[in-house]
């Protein structure tokens, strides 16, 4: 056997090895030019590694570049959504103290119209913060689960209830089962209800009834199903919706962070559950989520995020 030193700028990346089955006396020849060979294959051992490293930091800068793209959309995105809010809560706020000021108080309808104005601007932007604070608490691994048995029905119910008093021409009701006791954390559970029944309706603009669907499909399973008729999901675009930031082109009404769903896909997943959605035949889109109806490990998992 013979071996000569796989050499690149003086240092020795390996060795290569030749052989014969039978008795050979190797000549200073063979030495010579296996080391030729050698040299040869070092050389392309490191244009390959010099090509594998430039590619590694290729794909780092464009993954940098796509993450600097995100955030900047990002950024965007939440200005724009955050001074909506602001704008009519200043505005409401400025009309009336200008009016006082003047010694004018307000109609009591436009006063009713105003102080509407402001409740709904300072929910949506508790809204949006919640949904900041809550991204910010899952990336640090902070989100706690308050595990507690309760009807799933019934807050499924009184979820609805709540968004009808906001609507006066809400068409949601709530089918299935009679009850479904669940074990779980039922402020989370109820924010991946309203998520989706925002949702519902933000992507109906032509109206049509939103069915909330509470059932049992196995002795160990709570499902949830909210149903709308109206644009629906594209096949393509069925996983994506759950991704942060993403949002269906809806027009004018492609409002929001696009947190909602991937901030519900991370509660339920915390819960030993999973979410997905579908596209029912007649139009329309059906979102569903599915949760153990006993705890199993998620208490123990809890304590690890601090």
């Known amino acids: 056997m013979l071996g000569v030193p796989l ?11 030749v052989g014969s089955l039978h008795m050979r006396q190797f000549t200073d020849d063979d030495v010579q030019f296996l080391q030729i060979a050698a ?35 990002f950024l965007s995105v939440a200005a724009h959504e ?12 400025q009309v009336i103290a200008r009016q006082l000021a003047l010694g004018r108080p307000l109609p009591e309808d436009r006063l009713a119209r105003m102080v509407d104005v402001i409740d709904q601007g300072s929910e949506k932007l508790g809204r949006l913060v ?5 991204i910010s608490r899952l990336e640090a691994g902070k989100l706690r689960l308050e595990i507690t048995p309760f009807d799933l029905v019934e807050l499924a119910r009184s979820v609805v209830e709540r968004a009808c ?14 009850s479904v006791q669940v074990e779980a954390d039922v402020l989370r559970i109820e924010q991946v209800l309203v998520n989706l029944l925002d949702n519902a309706m933000k992507y109906s603009p ?6 909330v669907t509470v059932s049992s499909p196995s002795p160990d399973t709570a499902q949830v199903a909210v149903r709308d008729h109206g644009m629906g999901i594209p096949a393509s675009e069925r996983e994506q919706i759950f991704e942060r930031f993403y949002r269906l082109d809806a027009g004018e009404r492609s409002t929001g962070l696009g947190l909602g769903l991937n901030i519900s ?15 029912p035949d007649d139009g329309g889109a059906r979102v569903v989520f599915e949760l153990p109806m006993r705890r199993f490990g998620v208490a123990e998992r809890e304590g690890q995020g601090g």
Not at 82 to 93: E, F, H, I, K
């Open 7 to 17: 050499l690149v700028e003086g240092q020795t990346i390996g060795v290569m090895h």
């Open 265 to 279: 896909r991370e509660i339920v997943e915390r819960h030993e559950g999973r979410i997905w959605a579908e596209s």
């Open 82 to 93: 955050l001074r909506t809010p602001v704008t009519s809560l200043r505005t409401a706020a």
């Open 206 to 211: 032509h109206g049509g009834d939103v069915i």
């Open 130 to 134: 919640s949904q900041l604070l809550d």
């Open 165 to 178: 008093s906001q609507e006066p021409t809400c068409a949601m009701r709530v089918d299935g089962a009679e």
């Open 39 to 73: 040299d040869r294959v070092a050389l392309a051992i490191d244009h390959a590694r010099l090509y594998e490293s430039a590619e590694r930091a290729r794909k780092a800068a464009e993954a940098a570049l796509q993450e600097v793209r995100v955030r900047d959309e």
